[in-house]
């Protein structure tokens, strides 16, 4: 049962959803220290740029990003531990404003973007983004010009993946949107165009993603499902395939960026100190900024090992060239 407390009053929002995601930041601004001081201690983050192809990737050092990054999303860890979005365990500051019958937009305590929000479904429900497909495409027609929508696999990135949420943060934050252009048009290749949807299968900066672009929801989402049924037709299992997802509306039309992935974690993630590298990308890190919550870690990576990280997450070039292909047929025939 939602609590009515949870919400904030009606008399303080509007009909523009991106001016109450601000109106709900400015009062847990007031009223939450953990976030307030999470949020001040972004004015102060370190960043590094590394140009990688051509395009631009920023390291940040994020401290307070270390439970995200570290978390143990193992079948064990996650029956140990009580969720964290369902409402019942929200710390007592926290607030919320409802999106639709089965949504809740909270401030992101943990910031990454300078307004960073979670989107959780009101019920216990896995990680999963078939079912959320709609509300992800409809959210970022509705925050149009002042937010992109994001989704991580419950392999991905997702340090709930027992419970079903995107993430929204600040349009113009994340690098691949300024480079997305110049990334579609000289290193896409189109991989399918019918009606009104392209879908681009883009090679660059050690990173291999596929692009949709569509003027209808219900075609952005129909293209979205045939890059899911691919991945799975490949990876012959019931579990959802390992993908990230960034959206956002602009010039009439969706743009989803899908990161088809091939691990959870690098690497050097795993290695023994000092030589371990806290890295666990999801999709604010393949779109070009890297969080390393050490301080340790964000002055040792280099340019190579971003790289390797890319190349190590994503699906190898044989494996995305195939999958592109299956993607082709699956639009063609649907």
């Known amino acids: 049962m939602m609590n009515d407390d949870l919400f904030l009053s009606s008399d303080l929002l509007t009909d523009d ?40 990737v920023r390291v940040q050092h994020n401290p307070a990003r270390i439970a995200s990054t570290a978390a143990r999303v193992d079948d064990e860890a996650i029956r140990a531990r009580p969720c964290f979005l369902c409402v019942q365990n929200l710390p007592p500051e926290q607030r919320a404003i409802a999106y639709g019958a089965e949504f809740v937009f909270l401030c992101n305590p943990y910031p990454i973007f300078p307004e960073h929000f979670t989107i959780s479904h009101r019920e216990h429900v896995p990680q999963r983004i078939e079912p959320a497909l709609p509300v992800l495409l409809q959210m970022s027609r509705g925050l149009e010009g002042e937010y992109v929508v994001l989704y991580n696999g419950p392999r991905c990135g997702a340090s709930a993946p027992d419970h079903l949420h995107l993430q929204t943060g600040n349009s113009g934050f ?57 991945l799975s037709e490949m990876t012959s299992t019931d579990e959802e395939p390992m993908v990230n997802l960034v959206s956002w509306f602009e010039d ?39 969080i390393t919550p ?15 990280i890319f190349e190590e997450v994503l699906l190898p070039p044989q494996v995305f060239d195939h999958l592109a292909v299956r993607v082709k047929a699956n639009i063609e025939r649907s």
């Not at 050097?268 to 779109?287: G, I, K, N």
């Not at 050490?294 to 390797?308: E, G, L, M, N």
Request: hydrophobic residues 40%; aromatic residues 8%.
């Open 252 to 290: 009439g039309e969706w743009k989803v960026v899908v990161f088809p992935r091939a691990r959870h974690r690098p690497s050097c993630y795993f290695e023994e100190e000092p030589r371990r590298l806290v890295v666990s990308p999801a999709a604010v890190d393949l779109s070009g900024v890297v």
């Open 174 to 230: 994340l690098p691949l949107e300024e480079s997305y252009e110049r990334l579609v048009t000289d290193a896409g290749e189109k991989v399918a165009g019918r009606g009104g949807v392209l879908v681009f299968a883009v090679r660059a900066g050690g990173r291999r993603f596929l692009v949709i672009e569509a003027d209808e929801m219900d075609e952005a989402a129909a293209a979205c499902r045939s890059v899911l049924r691919a």
């Open 294 to 308: 050490r301080s340790d870690d964000f002055h040792r990576i280099t340019k190579d090992d971003v790289r390797a």
């Open 17 to 56: 959803l991106a001016e109450n995601c601000r109106t709900l930041l400015d009062q847990q601004w007031k009223t939450w220290e953990l976030l307030r001081r999470n949020y001040t201690s972004l004015d102060s983050v370190e960043t590094k740029t590394f140009e990688l192809d051509g395009t631009t």
